[in-house]
């Protein structure tokens, strides 16, 4: 068997997100009651929502939540934390402000990694990226988990109206290479309707 039907069949077994209800089709999705839309080339599975999750964001696999994870994250508002926090923790992820340079938006992302147990961190780039229509941010990275298993990410973020837009993926770094054009094809499909939902208001 191929090593994608392989996962897929593991998926299925179980149980985790493979239901109807959950599976992604080759349509326009709108993300988390956003304006943010996406059109998935290929067949991706959404995540049921975990405890440590914002009400904002989506979380969607390819293979597996072991092997990849597809966070987005549209419009987080100026003041607002991309993760939920303790107030007691001891480190706190730093909360987005439009006037963030890059510089900035990689440290936060850094950070929430971090927080998470993540002590083996390093970007390999930092660089400007066509997203959602205008200039954005890509991030290149590698790290270790919290129990040493090798891991790469690839994140785009853009500032539209004083909200962030990202689009996250984290894979194990074996598999990265498999499902780095599936989400470059979702990076590349991204739009901003005209209007946004009360919901975002």
Known sequence: MRPRLIFSLLLALVGGCASSEAIMVADGNRIAGSHMTVKP???????????NETSREEVWTWN???????????????GKAMVSQESTA???VPVFRADMTAQDLAS??????????????????????EFLGGAGVRLRYEYASGIGIA???????????RRLYVMKLESVANHFDAVAPEFDQLVASARLSDRVP???Q
């Open 41 to 51: 080339g290929s067949t991706w599975h959404k995540l049921p929502a975990s405890a």
């Open 64 to 78: 597996g939540p072991q092997v990849d994870r597809l966070t987005l994250l549209p419009g987080l508002p100026d």
């Open 90 to 92: 001891d480190q706190q």
């Open 108 to 129: 936060m992302i850094e950070v929430s990694y971090r927080v998470n147990g993540v002590t083996v961190f390093d970007f390999e780039a930092i660089e400007p990226v």
């Open 151 to 161: 891991k790469r990410g690839r994140c785009v973020m853009r500032v539209v109206g």
């Open 198 to 200: 009360s919901s975002a």
